[in-house]
């Protein structure tokens, strides 16, 4: 069995609050602020307003392969890169729907453990 990556839910906070103002940046008519996080079985992320329901797909899926590149860069230069290998040398964007909700971020990685 691989080794757990340890991973620090403050600085994967910080991470994504960067990489949301780097990618609301390049992708104005976004509009969004990342205050909870969203560590599901398929998807870690954040929830968004819902005016994400305006873009289309193709939009949203540019802003979250552009929000997970920033994650991704944000843990490597925030935590190591062994930390942030463990989840892979390019993150993906994801974009979960459920019920009316969505959810912007990545895959989420095997075998992680959380520490404050």
Do not use: C
């Not at 691989?2 to 910080?14: F, H």
């Amino acid at each position: 069995m691989a080794k757990a990556t340890t991973i620090s839910v403050t600085k994967l906070s910080a991470a994504v609050q960067d990489a949301v103002k780097a990618a609301a940046a390049k992708h104005p008519k976004f509009k969004v602020d990342a205050e909870k996080l969203s560590l599901g079985y398929l998807i870690w992320g954040f929830p968004v307003p819902d005016h994400f329901n305006t873009h289309t797909v193709g939009e949203t899926q540019a802003f979250a392969d552009d929000l997970a590149a920033g994650i991704g860069s944000g843990l490597a230069a925030g935590i190591g890169s062994g930390i942030a290998a463990g989840l892979g040398s390019h993150l993906e964007g994801a974009v979960f729907s459920r019920r009316g909700h969505l959810i912007l971020g990545f895959p989420a990685p095997p075998e992680v453990l959380f520490e404050r």
